[in-house]
């Protein structure tokens, strides 16, 4: 793992989040308030299709959906995420939370599925975005982490770094995916929840166009052509994936 990654994710979880916090109440006076029509939250893992799922949202003019804003740990965070919904761009306000957030960054929330469910209670809809290839999953990870190179706008690969991951540590990145998987299927359950799979929802275009749709229905919203820059950063059948990213078994 890069030097860099440990940096920011250090960072991003310890220090930021308290000074994220504490910055949005010293100007929230003074910025204008808005309750959107309708709240919903992205809850998924890493490397699953959010930020193209993101974007794609985004790209319609009543819909404002915010990246990972429970990144770093904060000591109120139920209460930030209803003030920011409340300062929302659009009719429609989202967010997007990675499970790891919830069960590992944001000590404050003791109870993982009662937060889940007070966010439901308070009116947002849960979007569950899942992947069902672990394997390509912890590739995509391991690049990421090894390069810092998490969103693709079109470059293509020959222009992406290669890198050796050992063979063990990708093991061990889908056990924990997998341990993820689990814990995000256990504090789910019970709730009301629109359940997306990425290989089935997202990865085609025809596809995902039907999702959207759904989707626009649900927030209340008129369906409008949507579109994203970003592609995906590894491409291709499982041999050109393991071309982009060598374990050292194969070197």
Known sequence: MNTLFRVK?????????????????????FVPKKK???????????????????????????????GEILKGRMLDPLRFVNSKSNQSQGRVYGFKLLSYQLRDVQHA???????????????????YLERRDKKR????????????YWHDTGSGNSNKPQVAIAEAQLTQLEN?????????????????????????????????????KELFKLFGVPYRAT?????????????????????????
């Open 9 to 29: 994710y250090y960072f991003n979880s310890y220090w930021r989040g308290y000074a994220t916090e504490a910055w949005h109440y010293l100007r929230s006076p």
């Open 36 to 66: 959107p029509s309708c709240r919903f939250l992205i809850f998924t893992g890493g490397r699953t299709g959010s930020t193209l799922l993101r974007t794609l949202l985004n790209s319609h003019p009543d819909i404002h959906c915010e």
């Open 109 to 127: 929330i003791k109870d993982k599925k009662a937060f889940l469910k007070s966010l439901a209670d308070e009116g947002f809809k849960i979007i």
């Open 137 to 148: 999953q912890a590739l995509s990870v391991a690049y990421a982490m090894h390069t810092d």
């Open 176 to 212: 924990e995916i997998r341990k993820l998987t689990d814990f995000e299927k256990e504090i789910l359950e019970g709730l009301d929840y629109r359940h997306l799979i990425y290989e089935e929802d997202l990865l085609k275009e025809d596809l995902r166009e039907a999702t959207l």
């Open 227 to 251: 579109y994203s820059p970003n592609k995906k950063v590894l491409t291709g059948q499982p041999r050109s994936l393991v071309t982009a990213v060598r374990s050292t078994s194969e070197n």
